[in-house]
């Protein structure tokens, strides 16, 4: 058997998962009880990683790689299905990129002026490059608050090292822009160059600065260096997340002119568990197969229940900060 180890990122938290090596490609396996088989970082290899579907499970089986399903996906723009296999159309956020200008004047008013508000208000948005001050800066946004958009914060407490570590990825076809405050680092964006692809794999910002509007100021940074480089599409996630098109990352990406383009993603099954889960679409996840209402319902519910596991805690910072002022009044 050719399998060996690799991390990958599960919920924020570094997974030891199988891998095995196909070439230039590494194909890993996860999940419990149905496991399946992917191209790892599918989203940012050079080439479209998999042309040749039944050649690659062939050789993933003859080194011993074992998996219920295979699932790869097709890259944007190409998106009309080109493989007779079990799909579900799956979605990109994207801006189709000609000129900076036609993308400046598709925005409304309001988010020209939250664009504007950056500069307006004292911030500095520009390309920056890869160091130790930069990964300093990122840790400090990283460990604001232990919770954001509703949840907990995967990144949160972690410690230099670590940024680094998984900040380096990529980093010979990476950029990175920071908006900065004076000389604090206020937000950043990572975005990695996939062809004639730019895509975002992180953008965050501090919540003590959302006045300056540093994501909106970001991203516009963001489309005028991929129009200079000709890149044909800036690329941000998914447009929408398990069908709730009310959430508000989804309404960002609507204001920012972020298009939803669907494309086909493939489940191949390899067992007879992996076909019985196809044909029940258990190959999704519970979040997809419950109604959107359902769904919208209990993440607001989550989102509450963040909402107040925060302020238990700048409460109890605030109440630290004055045992320390004055330790007699505890």
């Known amino acids: 058997m050719d399998e060996n180890q690799t991390l990958i990122s599960i919920r924020g938290k570094q997974t030891k998962v199988p891998l095995i090596q196909i070439g230039d490609i590494n194909v890993i396996s996860s999940g419990k009880w149905l496991r399946v088989a992917s191209v790892k970082d599918e989203d940012y290899c050079e080439e479209e990683p998999v042309t040749d579907p039944q050649r690659l499970i062939k050789q993933f089986k003859d080194k011993g790689g074992r998996a219920d399903i295979f699932s790869f996906m097709q890259r944007i723009p190409g998106v009309s299905p080109r493989y007779n296999y079990p799909m579900q159309w799956d979605n990109a956020a994207a801006i189709p990129l000609a000129n900076y200008s036609e993308w400046w004047n598709s925005l409304s008013q309001d988010t020209r002026r939250n664009v504007r508000l950056a500069a307006k208000r004292g911030a500095v948005v520009q390309g920056v490059q890869f160091s130790d001050d930069l990964i300093r800066g990122i840790a400090g946004i990283y460990n604001e608050a232990p919770f954001r958009q509703g949840r907990r914060f995967w990144h949160y407490g972690k410690d230099f090292e670590t940024v680094k570590r998984e900040n380096s990825s990529y980093i010979e076809r990476s950029q990175f822009i920071g908006a900065y405050c004076g000389s604090e680092l206020i937000g950043f964006i990572k975005m990695v160059y996939v062809g004639k692809l730019a895509c975002i794999m992180q953008i965050l910002s501090k919540s003590s600065h959302q006045d300056k509007r540093p994501t909106n100021a970001l991203i516009a940074k963001a489309v005028e260096i991929c129009a200079e480089?000709?890149?044909?599409?800036?690329?941000?996630?998914?447009?929408?997340?398990?069908?709730?098109?009310?959430?508000?990352?989804?309404?960002?990406?609507?204001?920012?002119?972020?298009?939803q383009i669907n494309f086909p993603r493939y489940f191949v099954p390899l067992t007879l568990k992996g076909r019985l889960a196809i044909r029940l679409n258990l190959q999704l996840g519970l979040a997809e197969m419950l109604p959107p209402g359902i769904v919208a319902a209990l993440l607001k519910a989550r989102s509450k229940y963040y909402e107040s596991k925060g302020q238990e805690k700048i409460g109890d910072k605030v109440m630290m900060a004055a045992c320390v002022k004055d330790p007699g009044s505890a």
């Open 229 to 259: 480089r000709g890149v044909s599409h800036l690329v941000y996630c998914k447009y929408v997340y398990h069908k709730n098109y009310q959430d508000a990352l989804t309404e960002f990406k609507r204001r920012n002119r972020f298009q």
